[in-house]
């Protein structure tokens, strides 16, 4: 097999890349710095998306933690693997584009769902319900979740996202009306909830 730059990913002729011109140990130190720039990128990314998606708490909120708790760990797993192939100059062109697109996700899913809900200039709909169970998540995630009773054909519960007030605030037994909006990008979110 022809070896290639591990920085752009062209082929080395005698020991020197044919595009960029580095040497196999320079390549490695750029490609090796890039890829913790890209992961520093990724953990900021994440981090601001926890905010981000309590702001206009979609209603499949768990869903949605749970599909970006698997990129993450997936994304820094291949960022260790990277690495270490990186070190030894393997090659690693594919995986290394397979992870730079990961590394977006969070920043694109943030932005999709603030924009579903700033945007979003429709009328919320109410939906009476009433409340069957209560959660809340302690640590850095702090969310918290009233059960309630799903308006939804072929569902039986709606774990419906609230601030912490309003987590406090209600009880199970309590009859309520959730306020859903449609979003704008068709992802429905939770604009209030109120006692009914
Ligand atoms: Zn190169």
């Not at 601001?48 to 499949?60: I, N, R």
């Not at 397979?98 to 932005?111: E, N, T």
């Not at 945007?119 to 319900?129: G, Y």
């Amino acid at each position: 097999m022809i070896p290639r730059c591990l920085d752009c990913g062209a082929e080395m002729d005698g020991g020197q890349c044919a595009a960029c011109g580095l040497t196999p140990a320079a390549a490695e130190i750029l490609c090796r710095r890039r890829l913790l720039r890209r992961t520093a990128a990724f953990l900021l990314g994440a981090l601001a998306f926890m905010p981000a998606s309590h702001w206009y708490p979609p209603l499949e909120l768990d869903s949605v933690l749970i599909f970006i708790g698997v990129v993450f760990f997936v994304t820094l797993g291949l960022a260790v693997w990277l690495e270490r192939r990186a070190r030894r100059r393997e090659p690693m062109e594919a995986l290394k584009r397979i992870f730079f697109a990961l590394v977006i996700v969070p920043w694109l899913l943030g932005s999709l769902l603030v924009i579903n809900g700033s945007f979003d200039t429709q009328k919320p709909e109410a939906r009476v319900t009433s409340v069957v169970g209560k959660f809340s998540m302690p640590g850095v995630l702090h969310s918290s979740r009233l059960v309630v009773i799903s308006w939804r054909s072929g569902r039986r519960v709606e774990r419906v996202p609230v601030s912490r007030a309003d987590f406090d605030r209600f009880r199970r037994g309590d009859a309520i009306e959730v306020q859903v909006q449609e979003g704008l990008a068709g992802i429905p979110w939770v604009y209030a909830v109120r006692r009914r």
